[in-house]
């Protein structure tokens, strides 16, 4: 069969929009896209950019990944049951103090990020062993690798699904199954409105002062730089995702913004763990002037690159 099935998760918005979108419109027409989200009143802005691939190689359905009957009846509608490719991308974050939240909205975190992972893999891996082919790409985060301040249960989850991946690959390569990790810095999309819309309702009252300081005052701050000087665009990451997903020998880690691979280098320098836990304290709460000037300098290249650069190249008009 000369297309593959590429099923995506959480595809309303952001990455997963975006992915859907370049792979339905990939010049060698090597895919089918199944372009899944929860909620399927949010189809609007997929259907338009997805434009005269809709029902073509595009095709759009519904999933959650929190419910496993969602995650079935999806597969099941794909004719054999065949997915190629499954991207696992549908995710949500949570910041702020570990006081302000509610053990409900934890649990969601990981339900989302980790067991959502777990349920796909569930129901499409065993077809991708019987058949000795498949690829699972998992959208995990830079955070996956390494910690973050205000941001401990968004980490745990992304860690917890490089640990279930990294574990799962040495069965999954016995097979011929690939596995690989996509660990974006951060992203401009719909995922940091959603987090500092949910701040705006954030209950302090159990938060003692300099905490709540260091939050509100430092984090959300710098938080907001970081995401204008550093930020990638879905696209940008879907590129990435697009050479993974074609790769002969698909990588098993591809980190798509290269300035924070110093970070993980210095974690793994490490094994004590004590180089990068110190090395983030003294950026964040010794030299903060020069954290800020090394932002500014790198929002002002960032600006200065896409300037340049101009608008991405569009892709080539569908089939
Ligand atoms: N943006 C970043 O800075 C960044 C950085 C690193 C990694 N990532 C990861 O990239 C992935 C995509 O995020 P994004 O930046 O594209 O954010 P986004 O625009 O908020 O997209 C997240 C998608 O996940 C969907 N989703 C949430 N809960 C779901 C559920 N229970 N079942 C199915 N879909 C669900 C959302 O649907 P609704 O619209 O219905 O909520 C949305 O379509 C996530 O896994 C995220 O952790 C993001």
Same mark, same amino acid.
């Given at each position: 069969?000369?297309?593959?099935?590429?099923?995506?998760?959480?595809?309303?918005?952001?990455?997963?929009?975006?992915?859907?979108?370049?792979?339905?419109?990939?010049?060698?027409?090597?895919?089918?896209? &199944?372009?899944?989200? %929860?909620?399927?009143?949010?189809?609007?802005?997929?259907? #338009?950019?997805?434009?005269?691939?809709?029902?073509?190689?595009?095709? &759009?359905?519904? =999933?959650?990944?929190?419910?496993?009957?969602?995650?079935?009846?999806?597969?099941?509608?794909?004719?054999?049951?065949?997915?190629?490719?499954? !991207?696992?991308?549908?995710?949500?974050?949570?910041?702020?103090?570990?006081?302000?939240?509610?053990?409900?909205? @934890?649990?969601?975190?990981?339900?989302?990020?980790?067991?959502?992972?777990? %349920?796909? !893999?569930?129901?499409?891996? /065993?077809? @991708?062993?019987? *058949? *000795?082919?498949?690829?699972?790409?998992? @959208?995990?985060?830079?955070?996956?690798? +390494?910690?973050?301040?205000?941001?401990?249960?968004?980490?745990?989850?992304?860690?917890? !699904?490089?640990?279930?991946? #990294?574990?799962?690959?040495?069965?999954?390569?016995?097979?011929? $199954?690939? &596995?690989? =990790?996509?660990?974006?810095?951060?992203?401009?999309?719909?995922?940091?409105?959603?987090?500092?819309?949910? !701040?705006?309702?954030?209950?302090?009252?159990?938060?003692?002062?300099?905490?709540?300081? &260091?939050?509100?005052?430092?984090? @959300?701050?710098?938080?907001?730089? $970081?995401?204008?000087? =550093?930020?990638?665009?879905? #696209?940008? $990451?879907?590129?990435?995702?697009?050479? $993974?997903?074609?790769?002969?020998?698909?990588?098993?880690?591809? +980190?798509?913004?290269?300035?924070?691979? /110093?970070?993980?280098?210095?974690?793994?320098?490490?094994?004590?763990?004590?180089? /990068?836990?110190?090395?983030?304290? +003294?950026?964040?709460? +010794?030299?903060?002037?020069?954290? %800020?000037?090394?932002?500014?300098? =790198?929002?002002?290249?960032?600006?200065?690159?896409? *300037?340049?650069?101009?608008?991405? /190249?569009?892709?080539?008009?569908?089939?």
């Amino acid at each position: 069969m000369a297309y593959k099935n590429v099923l995506i998760t959480g595809c309303s918005s952001g990455i997963g929009l975006a992915l859907a979108v370049r792979l339905a419109k990939d010049e060698l027409k090597r895919f089918k896209v &199944i372009a899944t989200m %929860r909620d399927m009143a949010k189809k609007g802005p997929l259907e #338009e950019k997805a434009g005269e691939t809709l029902e073509k190689t595009l095709q &759009i359905l519904p =999933l959650d990944v929190t419910c496993e009957d969602s995650v079935r009846q999806c597969v099941a509608t794909i004719p054999d049951q065949r997915v190629d490719v499954l !991207v696992s991308n549908a995710g949500v974050g949570l910041i702020g103090p570990l006081e302000c939240h509610s053990m409900a909205a @934890m649990q969601r975190v990981l339900d989302v990020n980790f067991l959502g992972l777990v %349920r796909l !893999v569930r129901e499409v891996f /065993p077809s @991708m062993k019987r *058949r *000795r082919q498949g690829h699972i790409v998992v @959208m995990s985060s830079i955070l996956g690798q +390494q910690g973050l301040l205000f941001n401990d249960v968004y980490c745990a989850s992304k860690f917890a !699904v490089e640990g279930f991946c #990294e574990s799962l690959a040495l069965q999954a390569l016995k097979f011929g $199954v690939n &596995i690989s =990790l996509l660990e974006p810095g951060p992203v401009v999309t719909e995922f940091e409105k959603k987090l500092y819309d949910e !701040v705006a309702s954030m209950d302090f009252s159990k938060v003692d002062p300099e905490t709540r300081d &260091i939050f509100q005052g430092f984090y @959300m701050a710098y938080s907001k730089d $970081v995401f204008s000087a =550093l930020g990638q665009t879905p #696209e940008e $990451v879907a590129e990435h995702a697009v050479q $993974v997903i074609g790769a002969a020998r698909p990588p098993f880690r591809c +980190q798509t913004n290269s300035v924070y691979t /110093p970070l993980t280098t210095l974690k793994h320098a490490d094994p004590s763990g004590r180089l /990068p836990l110190s090395a983030f304290h +003294q950026l964040v709460f +010794q030299h903060d002037r020069l954290f %800020r000037a090394s932002l500014s300098l =790198l929002k002002m290249l960032q600006w200065r690159k896409r *300037r340049d650069l101009g608008p991405l /190249p569009r892709p080539p008009a569908p089939p």
